[in-house]
């Protein structure tokens, strides 16, 4: 059995089948494709993968995803320049599939660079309607252009304010809030993002989160939705977090459609307990899905 | 600095892409432009749009549509794709191995009848792909042929893979 950093043993309890998650970690992800409505028709985008060799399979979930076995390079091909695809992991597709926008309506992404999931939103809205894409960092929004710009994206306008400190003067139907956090999700043995000196900021990232979600939660409008999503497995990132953020009642934790794959939040973690509604939100394990994992609430504003 | 752009700048939009590329006036329309001096941008217009602007200090927003090259205005490539089903004019058609050609060789030599000089849109199997700049021949300087130049933004084209087609 190989040792892992303790900031992924910790969630040893956590997990229903340990060893099916240590080998899934072992082991390159696949590679996910999310084809781009904005640039190609989907049967010639089918065809293109095909003429390369590649087969691919699709996830019902996430039915714009494409899960090719083996693509060295997906940033370098004609088809990527051309916008035809993103190169983004299928757990990373589902805020966007939860929160479903439709066309027309106005959405804030809050923590939005590199810009995967504001293309995704955009493609969902069909590109009618509007779409703040918001990001603290100057050389992450140039990011977040460049990847609006390659894939086409006709409907987004930038801006740079502290998630926490976003302004009140416009309300929104949907917010994301894709928040930054340590990262244990992208941890793998070989090839992962995750980068151990980020883990241990843990209860600075929970404050941080707390404040861009409590944001979120008064410039939606009420009845409006937010998605709050994480790509690490700590309580204290997740469930901690939503928690806090529903203590006035103001709002109310919405159950997850039908069929995804993962587990429910958990309801106590290291002496603490989480209202039972916690356990609407989902947990995205890397050996239930073959992808990065990820946590993801979806929060209805009730006035 | 960001701003809606003047009459001046709306002026060049219709020149370049509604008179020059045959995009009917009624598409550009649906897009809002902004100015930051040296780009035009496009933002599809949306009924709540006028209040977003107003509300946010915004760092960047929309489609870069029209770039300024000296005295010229060139569109770009992100905004011929976009709008490539529309151009009916001011347009190349090319073959899959043509636009290697174009792409690897930065430039191809032909005369092409039906297009003026200037800037053109290139199209591939798949329609509109970006922009090239052509030269009609000038016999009296002995260029017997005319000039086709890659106008593809170098550093998103450069390390790709070939173009996707059936001979490969």
Redesign the interface.
Known sequence: MIELPRQISRYRELVDDWDAFVEIIQRPLPTDLRWNP???KRE?FEE?LK??GMRWTRLDTSPDLYRVEEMPGPG????????WYHPQGFTSTLPAVILDPQP?T?VLDLCAAPGGKTSQLSARMM????I?ANDIN?NR?SIL?AN???L??????????RGENF?E??TFDHVLVDAPCSGEGTYMTEGGRYREDEADACDFMSRTQLGILRKALKIVRPGGTVLYSTCTYAPEQNEAVVSAAIEDRQVEIIQMPEGLPGEPGIDRWEGNTFPVEIKRTRRFWPHHTNSWGFYCALLRRLN | MLSSADSTELKIIRDVLVERFGIPARVMEE?LVFSTGSVLW???D????D??????????????LLRRVGDNWKPTT?AL??LGKYVSKSLVQLSGEDLDRLLSDAAIRGTITDVDQGYVAVAGP?GV?GCALYLEPQAEEGKEEGLLLSQFPKA??Q????????D?
Do not use: C
């Open positions: 904005f640039a190609v010639r293109a003429l390369q370098l091909t004609w088809a990527y320049h051309m916008g027309g106005n590109g009618h309607g509007v703040v100057y929004i252009a609006v710009e390659r086409g994206v006709p409907n987004v306008l930038m801006t740079r304010y302004p003067r416009f | 897009w496009g933002l599809r949306a009924p709540d749009l209040e977003a602007l107003e509300a946010f200090k915004i760092e960047r927003t929309g489609l870069p992100v794709q976009v798949d792909a998103r084209w390390s790709f893979g070939r173009y996707i087609r059936e490969q």
